[in-house]
């Protein structure tokens, strides 16, 4: 039972890092969230009746004797009806899902769309033995292997249902027309595991974990209904072997190879408890769009509240090479719970790029534009030293980022509730056209200091070289 649990922690997990990063809510957290923002998840409409179908067990058709418990087939596959809170908000579609029990293999794949976009990404998941991979990007995909919160592996899902130890039987019920047996997973803490099962095949599964016990201060929910089951050698031998794109990162974007330095506009929303919560190495930036989105996300979903007491938001010029690299998610500061940073899945030196959220094709890394901006990765071993610069040559050797200067640092009180930013963030969520007025009141924040037009004071911090003057500790 324990192994069982973990699996559902460590699915939780996924989305702890930025975008995707992603915590998650599902079933009873959506009705609470309907409180919370009302505007944003009203209490009607199909999503709405969806999210309550999970999690609401269904009146008995009859309470017969218990029936023969489901052995489900240790290998197989099926299309799946999802609903999950995993991207921090409520999403339901459609998606696949394979496993082998005994290669200690699974595979989730999902389609997502993307906040404030109506722009639909792909979401695999893969896990062998003790390893995980998320892939992302389309057509051209990028892998990063997961590896936080200890070591990732597999356990079954659904093998717990057959042993009367630690399973019971709850009736029968309906799922999408189908008759099926409900079991549940005896608990002895608040987690939740039932599965409905049609003789040996699932049809339903549900997973709850609450609060505290999800990786996180938030509850997760998940559910999966299966359709017609593939078994046994009729599985594709390859949707279960890792791909050859997570041996290796990405590239270096052609289009930026053998080109000077170009300057970036760089924001960051970060902790202010001491003068290492300035430091740009092995953190993410992003573009005045990309971080509207970020702050958004962050502050309506309450990511970083878990453990990153994100308090201000500074502007910094840059100077970076072109040739983008393979975007790098991290997290963490040294005088954060867990102490960081960290970083997963990126190139040791060159600047990473990408789009929020991994949205688009190759998670548009070497695109011209995004239509919700971009997210940077700025490695430690990229950055380039006092009075240097990128060269021409960044893309094969050498520093790929310089930090000219600390623009301004402002309070996260004067834009978002001075100046109401989550407004801005919930009318952007609804109309699914980007962050557009986000990333307008992110950018008069630091255009001026005038409230009246929507300007923040600057609180200070430190400048390049790291010795402070005038900073705000909070």
Sequence with gaps: ????????????????????????????????????????????????EEAVGIVRVSKDLKLDDEPARPTVPARFSAPINYTTFDTGFLQTGKGFFAQDADEKAMRVETIRHTLGM?????????????????????????????AFFGQQQFDDFFAWAANPLISEYRGKRVVAGRVCSLWYLLSTTQTRISLCAEGNAPVELNVTLPKNNSGG???????????????????????LQK??????????????????????DAYIFHPGMSADDYNLEDQNVADVAGDAAFICFDRLFRESKVD??????????????????????????????????????????????????????????????SPLGFWYGLPKGGRCSPGERPSKEAWATGCTWSVKQRVKTIHQACLLKDHGFLNYCKADVLEHK??????????????????????????GGPGVDENSVSMVLV
């Design 1 to 48: 039972k324990s192994d069982i649990l973990c699996l559902a922690r460590r699915l939780a997990f996924f989305a702890v890092m930025r975008f995707w990063l992603w915590l998650c809510r599902c079933g009873p957290l959506y009705l609470l969230q309907t409180q919370a923002h009302p505007d944003l998840f009203p209490k009607n409409g199909p999503a709405y």
């Design 118 to 146: 109506d722009l639909p990404s792909n979401v695999t998941t893969l896990i062998r033995g003790n390893k995980s991979y998320n892939m992302n990007g389309g057509d051209h995909a990028i892998c990063r292997q997961v």
């Design 217 to 239: 201060g938030i509850s997760f929910n998940f559910s999966y209904q299966f359709g017609h089951l593939t078994k046994g050698s009729q599985v594709s031998e390859d949707l």
């Design 243 to 264: 791909p050859e794109i997570c041996d290796t990162s990405a590239p270096p974007c052609e289009n930026g190879s053998g080109l000077e330095p170009v300057p970036l």
């Design 308 to 369: 990153h007491n994100y308090t201000l938001i500074s502007r910094y010029a840059l100077e970076v090479s072109p040739a983008f690299g393979q975007y790098c998610p991290c997290n963490g500061y040294p005088d954060t719970i867990p102490s960081g940073p960290s970083c997963i899945a990126g190139e040791p030196r060159l600047v990473g790029r990408g789009a929020p959220f991994s949205a688009g094709d190759g998670e548009l890394r070497c695109a011209a534009e």
């Design 434 to 459: 980007g962050f557009r007025r986000s990333a307008k009141a992110l950018e008069a924040a630091f255009a001026s200091e005038d409230p009246s037009i929507g300007g923040c004071a600057d609180v």
